[in-house]
């Protein structure tokens, strides 16, 4: 007869490290909850940002966004690696995710006083979330003799930094940035110097899935948030024919956007040249493609403001929350997923090219339109350059 489980493993099993090569790997309705979740985080990074831009305040505006989405990201991150290589869906992970999904929306509840310069919700919300990933860690450096080493280097990192975190909020302010950029580096230093003595076992397709899913959830906010505005804009009279312009341009640009990242699986790069520069790379270089994609939102909204009157910012100064993150979106998915050496030069070329007319169209009458026709053309380009091309496994 077949031995039944005891029903302690019905509830805890060991946390063993997954097969790399596991056939059929996909994100688990956990992990979509977890994301779910921190996108209300993000929601209220946007939120934040925009009511900065639209009252003048655009470097106090993107400094506070950049430090805030850092949280949410890292948390994110770390999160979604761990997961690729440990999980176990068993009770115990269950609760400590839970732990960690509480600390994402302590994270989203401190927003707004972090953009007013009080960082207390914020930290307690992120030293939740991290220590909750300390003790998971743990768990696996006990049940994983393999991974021991680098997870016993990851626990005590993550709580070193933690310490550093909760330190800094005594300090005085003029020596915030400073002290923000030092803790930072510590921070994704980490997992550099954990993976040097065991390499963990993270799954590249569906490490590039759950990166793509998070990447869809920060489109989604934008296109929310642009709704948002262009309702209330129609209360408005007399704007309705030109919010209903900009709303179309808007969701071409958001498409665009959209086709461009997934045009090229993301889990190419990440199997064709497999190390650790790559995974740190192409997994730290998102930070820049989620912020970008989530920061266009906020940027449509001023655009919004712009063309119903009411905001009072010049022309250009209503443009480039717009602009610039779109081209900055378009040169992080250059460089991650394209790769300025791609054997299709249209395409290789076209990203760059596209980004830099993109900025310019901010001195245009029209520069949402513009923009977005451009982004559209970047569609067509490579459209056109991979037809009959096989695609990427």
């Not at 991974?147 to 302010?173: M, N, S």
């Amino acid at each position: 007869m077949t031995e039944q489980p005891s029903r302690i493993r019905v509830w805890h099993r060991p946390m063993r490290a997954r097969d790399r090569a596991e056939r059929h790997r996909v994100a688990t309705p956990l992990e979509l909850l977890f994301d779910l979740c921190f996108v209300v985080a993000v929601g209220q990074a946007a939120a934040a940002l925009h009511h900065a831009l639209a009252e003048g305040h655009p470097a106090h505006g993107v400094t506070s966004f950049a430090m805030v989405f850092f949280a949410i990201w890292w948390g994110w991150l770390n999160f979604s690696w761990f997961a690729s290589a440990f999980d176990t869906d068993d009770v115990p992970y269950r609760l400590a995710t839970l732990v960690q999904i509480a600390g994402g929306l302590t994270i989203a509840a401190g927003v707004s006083s972090a953009f007013d310069g009080d960082f207390r919700v914020i930290v307690v919300g992120y030293v939740l979330m991290r220590l909750s990933l300390v003790g998971q860690w743990l768990r696996a450096a006990r049940s994983a003799p393999e991974a021991r080493p680098a997870a016993l280097r990851f626990a005590a990192g993550i709580a070193a930094c933690q310490v550093l975190w909760i330190l800094r909020l005594f300090l005085p302010e003029s020596v915030g940035a400073v002290t923000f950029v030092a803790v930072v580096l510590c921070e994704l230093a980490v997992p550099v110097v954990a993976e040097r003595s065991a390499r963990t076992t993270w799954h590249p397709h569906h490490i590039a899935e759950r990166y793509g899913l998070f990447t869809l959830i920060v489109l989604g906010e934008t296109i929310l948030s642009a709704t948002n505005a262009i309702k209330e804009g129609t209360a408005e009279p007399g704007h309705l024919g030109a919010l209903i312009s900009l709303a179309a341009a808007a969701l071409v640009l958001v498409f665009s956007m959209w086709w461009l990242y997934f045009d090229r699986p993301g889990h190419a790069r990440l199997d064709r040249r497999p190390g650790m520069f790559t995974a740190m790379s192409w997994g730290y270089g998102h930070y820049l493609i989620f912020a970008s994609a989530a920061a266009v939102g906020a940027g449509l909204e001023v655009a919004v403001g712009y063309d119903t009157g009411t905001l009072h910012l010049g022309g250009v100064a209503a443009a480039l929350p717009t602009t610039i993150p779109v081209a900055v979106f378009l040169l992080s998915v250059w460089l991650l997923h394209i790769g300025p050496t791609n054997e299709c030069r249209p395409i290789a070329i076209g990203f760059p090219v596209t980004a830099v007319l993109v900025l310019a169209a901010s001195f245009t009458p029209a520069p949402i339109h513009v923009a977005a026709g451009l982004a559209a053309a970047l569609v067509v380009l490579t459209v056109v350059a991979t037809h009959g091309s096989p695609r990427p496994a």
